[in-house]
């Protein structure tokens, strides 16, 4: 993968967490269309991220905070993960945030951003686009 400053990304493997199986395939289907996706892993919860992080390599992970399963959030895997040294950029979403996960993301040296739910496919994008150069 090329870097911001080259203008073009290439190939990304990305992570996917989330319980909402509609939402999976919107973001799915984004990704897809708007960048160049080598790999894209779906999960439901923290503990798929956990797991699914720590065996392969990705260039992004985006994960809902809350899920609906009992298992671990997303922001506890994240912080996990860091521990281990896996310092993947994140974009954290939920619709129900705490001030945590808000104080977590605005920790530039944590490598997570927010998005709000519900949020809208342009500031998923921009979200993205933040982190990667803009689509080609």
């Not at 073009?8 to 897809?32: F, G, T, W, Y």
């Not at 996990?80 to 979403?93: D, E, F, Q, S």
């Amino acid at each position: 993968m090329e870097s911001k400053e080259s203008g073009q990304i290439k190939d990304l493997s990305v992570l996917v967490i989330d319980d909402d199986r509609n939402l999976l395939s919107l973001i799915e289907a984004v990704l897809k269309m708007h960048y160049p996706i080598k790999n894209l892993d779906i999960g439901q919860h923290g503990e798929d991220l956990l797991t699914l992080a720590s065996n392969r390599a990705y260039d992004l992970i985006i994960s809902d905070n809350n899920n609906n399963l009992n298992k671990m959030n997303g922001i506890d895997a994240i912080k996990k993960l860091r521990k281990l040294g896996n310092t993947t950029p994140t974009i954290m979403m939920s619709g129900k945030y705490s001030r945590e996960i808000l104080d977590y993301a605005s920790d530039p040296e944590n490598g997570v951003d927010f998005i709000e739910k519900p949020f809208d496919i342009p500031m998923l994008r921009s979200k993205i686009d933040k982190i990667y150069a803009p689509p080609i």
